[in-house]
């Protein structure tokens, strides 16, 4: 019973409807973001996600990147529990004044070769939160940023073009 | 009889709109103390200015609400908390941003102990428009003692894609004693952003207050602003601003119904239900060309039109959703691993969702029968015809089966507003010059209702606005339901709970 249960399951959600035609652009882009991510570091991308005071809005896109859509840990990106095991941080929010040493605590607990991407509006120069008291206004005014990733919030295919493109273009660190 | 008929008051605002306000003096502001305390009404809001504080409050009987202003003409204001303690954290937080002070009798001593504020911002009450210095503390955590105990830091920094916060446990082996949440981590000045700010610029704000519930906020801003201008908007912009808050009530129901069930190591349900999210946010794309529907919801009605294939793939989206969820409502109804996780886990008195005015899921799961839908019956839910569940065992179980019968309304209404839906405009400007005004609006988000007040100057400029995440009344309540569960529960019960911290760091 069980077993038809998830057979049904599988059948009724997974092949139905046919693919949309962006998913097949979408394999390959992830393909690419893996391909890079083995050519510069040897072996899968390893990610941090911070909550530097976001909305909230830009954690459901990441969030997304690991639903059957989009699927990224087939292509090697994988999100970790810790910065320890990071070779990513991935940024977001206005960097408010309370999440700020907590960043910076968090970028130093990680193992160098490391990379720092801005992710959203508010993260790369306090979005529509600038100017506030509250908020330090764009990560790279706590930590040195790598790239932006612009969006409010990106959809989940502009954050692995960010990723593709950080593989791609920043010059070794190792 | 109206609220106000049982509490003296000296004067009533006329510009405040739809329901009424009025300054009171003490023995006002403590006879809407006792009414709160009694049970007989409701704390639905409690924010400050620089000089005043108000209490939004309703009477759940005649769905009658009303807001008492106390004008802190020495700085201080009798304390609400140290009599109803749903008011502690909004107390600490009007102290925090205005520097007022809460008084009471030295046996009821008001909890003074910084709650936004972490003495980051190089300022202290920053809303208070003078300057003063506060006395910077250590922050104290609540004292639990005994042999046996010990304590667990988490946070700010989770070990998940969530959102920062700091939880302190004291735990007795694996049980845990007491909790305690320290928030503001999130805090982003966003009520005074506001401050000067056109309606454009603050509803984009309002928009950006908790991602996860960017419609009901754009849609309780808006109707907070209609209600200040006393205006009335086109049906058909009412139709597509209920479809937007349905579908976000969808993804997000979806979401938590699987991360739920991941929490306790079933992956397959969240693999499942992350489809459905996934499937919801491309159907807003198509439709409202922002997965989040972000900025489509405005004062005077909504910025553009649905698009003819978001009809269709509104649709077809109903119909998916229709032919999966109840076979994965059966998967989880029928696995025993998965109920013996949430069937009597992280339990929530009814009396304590009553007592906090509990919204969402959270209260409907332990009995009290609220929704800003129905009881309020703003529009288009006036007229349109679904149910409201309830339950009472106020366990993990609870909650999800709340959403499962949510998810199921949502698709009804959904369908039925595609049925009624017809031609016309979506959009009427805001009245120039219509301007000293204030206006009161909640709205029914995924997870219980937001309350938006505001005052607009002559310019149709925000004055001052406050907004009120449901998740206010539910933080608390978690850490009451975590008691006597093992620690492990508590990502369980945190998920079922699904609060918001940037709705309430603001
Ligand atoms: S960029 Fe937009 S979605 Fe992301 S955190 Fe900022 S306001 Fe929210």
Redesign the interface.
Known sequence: M?KT??E??TH???TE?AP?PDDSALAELAAKVDRAAKARLGRSLAIR????????????????L????YDVERFGLR?V???RHADVLLVT??V???????LE??YNATPDPKWVVAVGGCAIDGG??R?????VGGVSETIPVDLHIKG??P?PTDLLKGLLALLEHVSGKR | MGILDSIPHVQAVPSHRPWPRAVVTEAGWQAAIDRLVEGGLTLLGFWGEPAAVHMAMLDGGSAEIAVVTYECTSGTFPSVASRHPPALRLERTIHDLFGLVPTAADDLRPDLRPWLDHDAWGQSYPLAGRNASRDVRPYQFLPAEGEALHQVAVGPVHAGIIEPGHFRFTANGEHVVRLEQWLGYTHKGIEQLMQGADLATAAKLANRTSGDSAVAYAFAFARAAEAALDIQVPRRANYLRALMAELERLANHFGDIGAICNDASFALMHAQTGILRERCLRTADTAFGHRLMMDVIVPGGVAREVSPDGITALRTLLADIGEVFPRLIELYDNTASLQDRTVTTGIVKADYARQFGAGGYVGRASGRDFDARRTLAYAPYDHLSFEVPVLDTGDVNARVWIRIREVEQSVALIAQILDLMEPGEIRIAPPAGRGGCEGLALTEAFRGDVLVWLRLDGELRVERCHLRDASWFQWPLLETAIEGNIIADFPLCNKSFNCSYSGVDL
Request: charged share 15%.
């Open positions: 069980r249960l998830l049904s399951l009724g959600s997974l409807p949309l996600e911070v909550d530097a005071g976001s909305c909230n809005g830009c954690e459901l896109e990441i969030h997304a690991s639903n059957a859509f999100f529990a810790s910065p929010g206005p408010t004044k309370n999440m700020r040493q907590a605590r968090t529509i939160f100017g506030s008291y509250a908020c409010c919030p959809s």
